[in-house]
């Protein structure tokens, strides 16, 4: 197997971030900013077929150095999608750079007239699952819709935090059946709907005011779902759908006839009065120790009433085993992956801050479940990208990523591994290293060849030092930390040591 491309896209970066500066005004895109972009397909042309033709050739691990702005990676990946009409997970680092890449994006998919539908963006859930509190509604409610659309068919561009990529979910199939259809002139009992509104997440309101609520007045439900403008109202005659309608809700009047209409879920798996009346039941079996007897009685007060409880979305898979991962969503994407360093040292931090948390809490007494039962674990993610098509994003350059494919095709030469390890940890609390350990343990990090930009504040490094290569740096007591200049001048990276 040949070698990875390693893509110098230092000329796209320097380029765009000139001609971006000067087309932008207050912030505003403007006209100007359009002909700055038409300028721009000029000078980055050569590196920009480079890259397209590694991808339609197929070739499994391209990495693209020196691109630092996030304006320039969403311009090259829009872009990329738009000629190559191929699909695109992007992983992120934390759902705050979810959201700033996702707006870029937006523009150049805008831009380059990409066909299908925006960016659809997976956040991970920011809750310690060992905290007691349940996610954040808000961040349900895009997980859950992201999810579904991706489950019947559209998502051609996705972005997801790296948290989210460990998170396990519902699989595809149940996630496809949740929420509702509904077809003029088909029969669907009343109660069935308003049974499956109830398990996807959706609260009866009486007249309903926004998304994720329904209404029920004799034959007549009122539903709004999230990836709607306007509410439906559905009429009934026995059984069978007699008149769909999108309405105005201050107003109530009918606004347009609908032949058939889609409900999307609030969360990405259903759950019944039933199941939270079997959960206190098995919980009881499970829990069984005496230490956990006060805060067990707590939570199965409300859940033998059929009743959810702070924090249930984290123990409700003692029942309902969660059987998918994202990744069985993104079969036929390519995996772009943005600054591959930072992503490894956030999932190792995640990792070690998972397991502790998980002592703490079930050594205290109260319930939990193991972190296997929600999460991907090292060789779980492992096995996952394995067979994947990769992009790879570096701010760092050269340097950086051709030391990693050493390590990573010198691991493949060894032991017959696939060559892209997916930068995650032997184990939960180990570094997260590419390929065999070993290899790591020997190599003696080169400097860069000064061909690097400046990049942003709080990405710089010393000039003279070389460059970061993934994993914790010892050094001065403490870890390397992005955005502090001061550690990096005084650090000799080292190889990560598991902690």
């Given at each position: 197997m040949s070698k990875g491309s390693i893509i110098d896209a230092s000329h796209i970066n320097a380029n765009f971030g000139q001609l971006w500066q000067n087309g932008t005004t207050a912030g505003k895109r403007s006209a100007r900013r359009r002909e700055c972009f038409l300028r721009l397909g000029v000078f980055v042309g050569e590196e920009f077929d480079e890259l397209k033709r590694a991808v339609l050739g197929g070739q499994r691990i391209i990495t693209l150095s020196q691109l630092t702005s996030s304006s320039a990676k969403a311009y090259a990946l829009a872009r990329l999608r738009s000629e190559t009409g191929k699909k695109l997970a992007i992983v992120v680092e934390s759902n705050a750079e979810l959201d700033v890449l996702s707006c870029d994006l937006e523009f150049?998919?805008?831009?380059?007239?990409?066909?299908?539908?925006?960016?659809?963006?997976?956040?991970?859930?920011?809750?310690?699952?060992y905290s007691g509190v349940s996610p954040h509604a808000e961040t349900q409610e895009r997980r859950a819709l992201s999810l579904w659309q991706i489950a019947r068919g559209t998502g051609d561009v996705v972005l997801l935090s790296a948290r989210s990529a460990l998170q396990r979910t519902a699989s595809v199939d149940e996630t496809k059946a949740l929420g509702a259809g509904l077809v003029r002139d088909a029969d669907l009992p009343p109660e069935e709907l308003t049974e499956r509104l109830i398990a996807s997440g959706y609260v009866r309101e009486e007249p309903?005011?926004?998304?994720?609520?329904?209404?029920?007045?004799?034959?007549?439900?009122?539903?709004?779902?999230?990836?709607?403008?306007?509410?439906?109202?559905?009429?009934?005659?026995?059984?069978?759908?007699?008149?769909?309608?999108?309405?105005d809700p201050e107003t109530q009047l009918s606004i347009e006839q609908l032949r058939s209409v889609s409900i999307a879920p609030m969360r990405e798996f259903a759950v019944s009065d039933?199941?939270?009346?079997?959960?206190?039941?098995?919980?009881?079996?499970?829990?069984?120790?005496?230490?956990?007897?006060?805060?067990?009685?707590?939570?199965?007060?409300?859940?033998?009433?059929?009743?959810?409880?702070?924090?249930?979305?984290?123990?409700?898979?003692?029942?309902?085993?969660?059987?998918?991962?994202?990744?069985?969503?993104?079969?036929?994407?390519?995996?772009?992956?943005?600054?591959?360093?930072?992503?490894?040292q956030t999932l190792t931090n995640f990792y070690t801050n998972l397991d502790r948390s998980y002592i703490a809490v079930t050594d205290s007494g109260d319930v939990a479940l193991a972190p296997a039962e929600l999460f991907l674990q090292a060789e779980d993610l492992r096995e996952r990208l394995g067979p994947a098509h990769l992009i790879e994003l570096r701010s760092l350059g050269r340097?950086?990523?051709?030391t990693d494919e050493d390590f990573m095709f010198a691991a493949d030469e060894s032991a017959g591994s696939p060559p892209y390890q997916g930068g995650v940890a032997e184990g939960r609390g180990g570094s997260l290293q590419r390929g065999d350990e070993s290899t790591l343990d020997n190599v003696e990090p080169t400097a860069t060849s000064g061909e690097l930009p400046r990049l942003p504040a709080g990405k710089r490094g010393h000039p003279g030092s070389p460059p970061y290569q993934g994993g914790v740096a010892e050094g001065r007591g403490g870890s390397l930390q992005r955005g502090d200049e001061s550690t990096l001048d005084n650090v000799e990276p080292t190889a990560t040591s598991g902690e």
């Open positions: 150049f998919q805008d831009y380059f007239g990409a066909p299908g539908p925006q960016v659809i963006t997976i956040p991970s859930f920011e809750t310690d699952p309903i005011f926004g998304p994720g609520q329904f209404s029920l007045r004799g034959g007549i439900i009122d539903a709004w779902s999230p990836d709607s403008e306007q509410p439906v109202r559905i009429e009934f005659f026995g059984d069978t759908v007699d008149s769909i309608r999108t309405f039933r199941d939270l009346k079997d959960w206190a039941f098995f919980a009881a079996e499970r829990f069984s120790d005496d230490r956990f007897r006060r805060n067990l009685k707590d939570r199965t007060d409300f859940a033998a009433e059929g009743e959810t409880f702070s924090g249930w979305e984290f123990l409700l898979p003692l029942i309902r085993p969660l059987k998918g991962s994202v990744f069985d969503y993104l079969n036929d994407h390519i995996i772009v992956v943005d600054e591959p360093a930072a992503i490894e340097t950086a990523a051709a």
